[in-house]
């Protein structure tokens, strides 16, 4: 599905956000147009919603580590922020830039 100035599976800069373009879809579609315009952006954001729900699962149950655990786990976590590619990795991740 596209408008005239962007696609729904592009929420670039400059380009109205995921909400703009749910919205334009709904409203096409209400307006008696295909639902399969609704498919289409499902089909584009369905990927980037299960990464930010697997990433959100991973840090949570790292979080929550039985306190046993836990100085592992920092240890662990103050070597990988030593490590370049770790750090940009997560830094993406975390900042949802890698969803562009």
């Given at each position: 599905m596209t408008t005239k100035d962007h696609s729904v599976a592009t929420d670039e800069p400059g380009h109205?956000?995921?909400?703009?373009?749910l919205a334009d879809g709904l409203g096409r579609v209400l307006g008696g147009k295909s639902d399969e315009l609704l498919?289409?952006?499902n089909?584009?954001?369905r990927p980037m919603a299960q990464q930010v729900?697997?990433?959100t699962d991973w840090l949570t149950r790292l979080a929550t580590l039985p306190s046993a655990l836990r100085p592992a786990r920092n240890a662990a976590t103050i070597l990988a922020s030593h490590v370049p590619a770790v750090r940009r990795t997560l830094t993406w991740?975390?900042?949802g830039l890698v969803y562009r």
């Open positions: 109205p956000g995921t909400a703009v373009a498919d289409a952006y089909d584009a954001r729900l697997r990433l991740q975390l900042s």
